[in-house]
């Protein structure tokens, strides 16, 4: 039977199990968890609202299943694969109701953990990590008991001796007072994340034994090998407009010519128009170049909108459009 220790969210943790897959998958390190240092001062910590906005609801087949952590500056999200369920997408809500359909890019069925990434939207307002000791200082965790992520007290109540659903053994696993929805947050004081809520299976586990479900904290460390190993393809669509453009000048203004226009693209939605349209203006930005067109909308992600302002016909005229995903 294969065994692992998961530690008490501190120094010990899947350095070596997470190398080894990783070294088997051939995959890319692109980021980890962000530490505290990054974006928050010293001895500062997150409001209330501020954590809101950084949960979401995981919701599979229109009911909630679990809650979602997004990754500061980053906007992937970070949640339990039995959140997600079998088919690896699903969708989130965040707390200003906006909904998203994310895809389970980057997954471990052992540890319980899964990276979702929203296919549309942008939202970066995320966590930090914690590089607290949990047994010293008090703890919150999410609940869904109103339908959407709410913060409540929670503790460590004990470790267990508990298995992955392919029998590998977690040693030491932490479980809670209470068990919170799969993926929630256990939080330091300061609104900074401790690790997550996954599920797992009570007792040593065997080839013949049922799984008694049980709810555990994965260890941040453990979420930052998982992250540090994460995909180069894990990553968000890129925003498409649509159309080819050449430099182009009409009594001294100048802008971007349109001179061809992809069928059913968002350019082609919004009525753009080939050889008559001189893009000038794209979010308020005078535009000079197809190039610089180009980082304007790579800054946006699908499902924005996009505002133009286009010269034809001797006259202006302004113009939105949703950017969406390549064809």
């Not at 120094?11 to 390190?29: E, F, H, I, P, Y």
């Not at 330091?188 to 040593?204: T, V």
């Not at 996009?306 to 390549?326: E, H, N, Q």
Request: aromatic share 2%.
């Amino acid at each position: 039977m294969k065994k692992l220790r998961l530690a008490a969210l501190a120094c010990v943790s899947l350095v070596g199990l997470a190398a080894s897959r990783a070294g088997a998958q051939g995959t890319n390190v692109v980021g980890t968890l962000p530490n505290p240092s990054a974006s928050v001062a010293s001895g500062g910590g997150f409001s209330a609202d501020r954590i809101r906005d950084a949960l979401v609801t995981v919701q599979a087949g229109g009911r909630a299943t679990g809650v979602g952590v997004v990754l500061d500056g980053d906007g992937r999200i970070i949640s339990s694969l039995s959140a997600v369920g079998p088919h690896d997408e699903a969708d989130v809500r965040y707390a200003n109701g906006h909904t998203a359909h994310v895809r389970a890019m980057h997954k471990d069925a052992v540890l319980d953990l899964a990276l979702l990434v929203p296919m549309t939207g942008h939202y970066t307002t995320g966590l930090l990590a914690s590089e607290l000791d949990p047994m010293t200082v008090e703890l919150r965790t999410a609940s869904l008991a109103t339908g959407r992520p709410t913060l409540v007290p929670a503790k460590l109540k004990t470790r267990i001796d508990a298995h992955a659903k392919d029998g590998t053994l977690l040693s030491g696993a932490w479980e809670l007072d209470h068990a919170p929805p799969a993926g929630a947050p256990l939080l330091d004081p300061q609104g900074r994340s401790l690790g997550i809520a996954g599920r797992a299976c009570r007792g040593a586990g065997g080839d013949q034994a049922p799984c008694a479900s049980v709810t555990v904290v994965i260890p941040i460390l453990s979420i930052r090998i998982f992250l540090s190993h994460t995909p180069a393809t894990a990553v968000a669509p890129s925003p498409w407009l649509g159309i080819n453009g050449v430099p182009d000048s009409v009594n001294g203004i100048r802008g971007v010519r349109v001179q061809a226009v992809a069928p059913r693209s968002p350019a082609e939605h919004s009525g753009l128009h080939t050889q008559t349209d001189l893009i000038v203006v794209a979010d308020g930005q005078p535009l000079d170049t197809p190039e610089r067109l180009a980082q304007i909308v790579a800054k946006h992600a699908v499902g924005d909108v996009l505002k133009l302002s286009v010269f034809s016909g001797g006259r202006y005229r302004d113009v939105s459009v949703t950017l969406g995903a390549p064809p």
